[in-house]
């Protein structure tokens, strides 16, 4: 069955430290995957998908098949990268149903 | 574009009653999702819409309905509520033309069942 796992409930670091947040997942097919991120008192909003090979606010991920992950990295995290991180993988055939992992709280330190 | 829009934001009702949430899309999109979000379950999706038909369904009881009007608008429906049914419900709309979209979600109705 698809599956998406965060293994971390919480990550915290300091300011300036690199961030890894892990992502894996389980499918049978070619994986669609996304990031979202929910910041405090704001809605969830996508962060970045991995089709399209981008860094948003200098994050990126990703996709490795061979270990099926997708994790979500930053060299240098920031105060206000301090939020609920989300992985989420699309459950494939005509729909827009994305399965979820139970998210990352990542907090930055000053 | 306005983004996005839930209504009621708050909600609370007794066990055995029947609710229903609203949704707005952005103007455009046919494409509306819902999803439950727990602090146990995390994320879980419903149901999905687009152009008044469900597309896609979750794995939740049949307590669970919901439908989409004409212009797009979304409502979800859940009779004889439950305590475990108190949660956070999101919904989310895209243009809906292809599959992995981006989704731009509402910021929630939270429910809570006494």
């Given amino acids: 069955a698809q599956r998406v796992t965060q293994p971390e409930k919480l990550l915290s670091v300091f300011k300036g430290a690199p961030v890894e947040l892990k992502c894996n997942y389980s499918y049978s097919g070619s994986p669609e995957l996304f990031w979202y991120v929910q910041y405090s008192r704001q809605r969830l909003q996508l962060l970045l998908r991995h089709i399209s090979r981008e860094s948003i606010k200098g994050f990126t991920a990703d996709l490795n098949k061979g270990e099926t992950s997708f994790h979500l990295k930053k060299p240098f995290a920031q105060e206000e990268d301090s939020a609920m991180y989300y992985c989420a993988l699309w459950d494939g055939g005509a729909t827009n149903k994305l399965i979820f992992g139970t998210g990352t709280l990542l907090a930055v330190q000053p | ?41 995390g ?3 419903l149901f999905e819409y687009f152009s008044e038909t469900q597309r896609n369904k979750g794995n939740f009881p049949g307590r669970f309905s919901g439908r989409q009007f004409s212009n797009s608008r979304s409502e979800m429906n859940v009779s004889t509520l439950e305590l475990g049914d108190s949660a956070l419900y999101l919904c989310a709309s895209s243009l809906g033309r292809t599959a992995q979209e981006t989704q731009y979600f509402g910021p929630g109705t939270r429910l809570l069942v006494l």
């Fill in chain 2, 43 to 45: 994320l879980q999706f």
């Fill in chain 2, 1 to 41: 574009k306005a983004g996005v829009t839930q209504t009621p934001r708050y909600l609370i009702k007794t066990r055995g009653q029947q609710v229903t949430l609203s949704c707005s899309p952005i103007s455009g999109h046919r494409s509306v999702s819902w999803y439950q979000q727990t602090p146990g379950q």
